[in-house]
């Protein structure tokens, strides 16, 4: 029986170590904790409840909804709505900014979130996972519009992803490192199982969408042909390749035993700067690599230190292990 330290006493604990907290944060967080129980909950009933399948809708992506993608949305916003924690929400799934209905007070702080990341894995039931980045709402703003969320990834207060796996897990940063939790299912508590989460500095996987491969620029091609040519090539060591088509997944993975994530920018839809979002994806995860001594790079310039532009902005993403990255990166730099 595993008696350990709950999330919900490593949240206070975290609480006492910034001077000053009013417990704002320390509940808000168990309120997001609270929606991804609640997520993880509909995803392992999957067909015995009736939710998987395709809604009859698309998101502002373009991409067909999935019935999860939605109750996943609703799930984030029923449960962080009512508390007075939040001056406004966004998501994938919602064109624009979710303002707090007028019943409920508002609080000093905006997040952003992808409510069911790797949907299209649903309904083969491979793992998907929830993703989620909080800001401070800029000061004297109480009806905050799409720009007051368009803030550099340096400035997230925390971020953090539930994986629904085999495990359900919760990781989180708060800037003081990264901790992963295990969902108990029998007591319904996330107990700490990850204290410290490290990524190793260097690894042989990557993880990239070979199918892409006759649309990446000059320096990927580059970078893929020495993984694949292995001890036979200039890296002289082979390389193993992992695609889950869930980011959660291959960070979780990565966070467990490194690896390099790559979406990079790719010629297939010139409109596209890729295909990740920056807002909910690529700066949320990149808080937490880089906080488990990993980096996240464009190939051309650290992600968290972007400045956004739209709430739905797409970006290229390298991520993981920082050697790895850093020869993505000098590959760019050489071009
Ligand atoms: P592809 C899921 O839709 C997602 O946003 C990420 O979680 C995942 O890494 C990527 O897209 C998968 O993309 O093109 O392989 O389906």
Redesign the pocket.
Known sequence: MHTGETITQFISKEQRRISGASGDFTALLNDVVTACKYISSAVNQGALVGVLGTASSENIQGETQKELDIISNDIFLKSNEWAGHLAGMASEEMDDVYEIPSEYPKGKYLMLFDPL????NIDVNLSVGSIFSILHCPSGVTDPKAKDFLQPGTKQVCAGFALYGPSTMLVLTTGNGVSGFTLDQNVGEFLLTHPNMKIPADTQEFAI?MSNQRFWEAPMQRYIDECLAGTTGARDKDFNMR?V????A?VYRILTRGGIFM?PADTKDPSKAG??RLMY?ANPMGFIVEQAGGLCSTGRERILEIQPEGLHQRIPVILGSQNEVERVISYHRDA
Do not use: F, H, P
């Open positions: 990341d790797g949907s299209s969408n695609w088509a869930s980011m959660v291959e979406y295909k990740l994806e």
